[in-house]
């Protein structure tokens, strides 16, 4: 099993920025890639970003060119940070971490991220 902690939410200005982590633990050289989803009251889920074990990154639409999503690997951790930029009103949401493997899925309990005007 994959543990995954978040931490970094909270409430942020329009313009402003927010740095996510996730923490994984436990059956961690299982993963193939990790991501961040992010779901807004009345809204599927859907993916902000991800990378693979190799450093590959792939962003979603909804945030593009504001995000970049980054990891470090340790010995019995891998974290992933996540860093929203100029944030808007609507990328109000839960913000929600993700591991895959080539069999499972974990999730993250999630961490809110409010925009006030």
């Known amino acids: 099993q994959v543990q995954l902690v978040e931490s970094g939410g909270g409430l942020v200005q329009a313009g402003g920025s927010l740095r996510l982590s996730c923490a994984a633990s436990?059956?961690?050289?299982?993963?193939?890639?990790m991501g961040w989803f992010r779901q807004a009251p009345g809204k599927e889920r859907e993916l902000v970003a991800s990378?693979?074990?190799?450093?590959?990154?792939?962003?979603g639409v909804s945030l593009k060119g504001r995000v970049t999503i980054s990891r470090d690997n340790a010995a019995n951790t891998i974290t992933v940070y996540l860093q929203m930029n100029n944030l808007k009103l609507e990328d109000t949401a839960g913000y929600y971490c993700?591991?895959?493997?080539?069999?499972?899925?974990?999730w993250g309990q999630g961490t809110q991220g409010t925009v006030s005007s």
């Open positions: 993700n591991s895959a493997s080539s069999i499972y899925a974990y």
């Open positions: 436990g059956s961690i050289g299982s993963i193939t890639a």
């Open positions: 990378i693979t074990r190799d450093g590959n990154t792939h962003y």
